[in-house]
């Protein structure tokens, strides 16, 4: 069965640095495009960045343009948020998920099909 499995998270400053991998197993990872979301609470989950299944096309919210990077190693099969300048509201649950679409960067959380059990942010003031 698909498994999307995130790490990295964790508790930092504000103006610092984290760095999230997300794993998958279970699916031919090249053929699937790759979004990262996060979800604060009693909040809905958001789209923060996307990368298609070749890395040729990325796209971002714009709330995090600029200050995260999304990147993918298809021979590791893992997905990467390189996250600068942390700001306290960035705080909340980040998601990593797969979708079908390989050739997609596309926002809507219903796009994707495989989603990974979430890692914890929290930036603090």
């Known amino acids: 069965q698909v498994q999307l499995v995130e790490s990295g998270g964790g508790l930092v400053q504000a103006g610092g640095s984290l760095r999230l991998s997300c794993a998958a197993s279970g699916l031919t990872f090249r053929l699937y495009a790759m979004g990262w979301f996060c979800q604060a609470p009693g909040k809905e989950r958001e789209f923060v960045a996307a990368?298609?299944?070749?890395?040729?096309?990325?796209y971002y919210a714009d709330s995090v343009k600029g200050r995260f990077t999304i990147s993918r190693d298809n021979a590791k099969n893992t997905v990467y948020l390189q996250m600068n300048s942390l700001k306290p509201e960035d705080t909340a649950v980040y998601y990593c998920a797969a979708d079908r679409w390989v050739g997609a960067v596309r926002e809507g959380a219903d796009d994707y099909n495989y989603w990974g059990q979430g890692t914890q942010v929290t930036v603090s003031s």
């Open positions: 990368i298609t299944g070749s890395g040729g096309s990325i």
